[in-house]
């Protein structure tokens, strides 16, 4: 007997949301419907306005479709009461933000802590889950530094540990790299190769073609829809700048784009300036 297929990450099926704007109604999202699996690498890409922001608020569970079904990991959300449906984002789901959203006065540790406070879990315990975090996004010995004594890169390091230290299955970032420079934003996104290769699953956000070529598929929202949903082969990391003799330079290959099974509205296949639907 063939195996049972996995129940995915996420399933939403015709999200919709209407923000009601006095006697103006806005439709961000017009019945969106996606399907992500555990270990998935996606990219959110879309002009302004195109929903995103508000699918990403959806994904989180951070707001209410207002029509429509999101189940995780088989729990349709729109059923639970709210410290259930809290209980289920703090389990389930990690955030990173473009600026970092870091307590000022915090050090890196207290910083990673704080979400494990609110999950109830000891002080001994939350020490050693903050530290574990903090070492695996490299920053093992910057423990006690506050935002001010970091880099950008380091600070958007301590969010992502504060992120994944509760052991998410699912990263949500919102143009990780949109406040860092080329050089930082690269090493970001080679952490999130790492954390992606260990098995966390990403979504991310973004309106920056060389952080989407990064990731294995590319989600394009346009008018509250899904306009492409393509699998892609991703594109290695720039080589640092001035040549760095550690970095071979490999040419890129041609994206190997497929459609996803089932997508929604259509699939469009772009390839080499041809396109086909
Ligand atoms: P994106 O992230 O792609 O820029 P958004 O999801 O922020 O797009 O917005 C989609 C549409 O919904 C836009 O027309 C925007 O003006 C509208 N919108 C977003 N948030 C709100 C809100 N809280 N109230 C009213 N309209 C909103």
Redesign the pocket.
Known sequence: MPNPPSTPLIEIVDLTKV?K?GTVE?H?LRGVSLTIQPGEYVAIV???????????NMLGLLDQPTDGIYRVRGTESQKLGKKALSDLRNREIGFVFQRFNLLARATAMRQVELPLFYAGISVRKSKEMATGALTRVGLGDRTHHRPEELSGGQQQRVAIARAIVNQPSLLLADEPTGALDSQTGEEILTLFEELHSQGLTLIV?THDPDVAGRAHRVIT?RD?LILEDVQQVPSRPAPAPGGDASVTPVAQPTPDIQPIPGAQPRVILETAGEVAV
């Open positions: 923000y704007m806005v961000a879309g002009a302004s306005g195109s929903g995103k922001s508000t699918l990403m956000v929202m509250g």
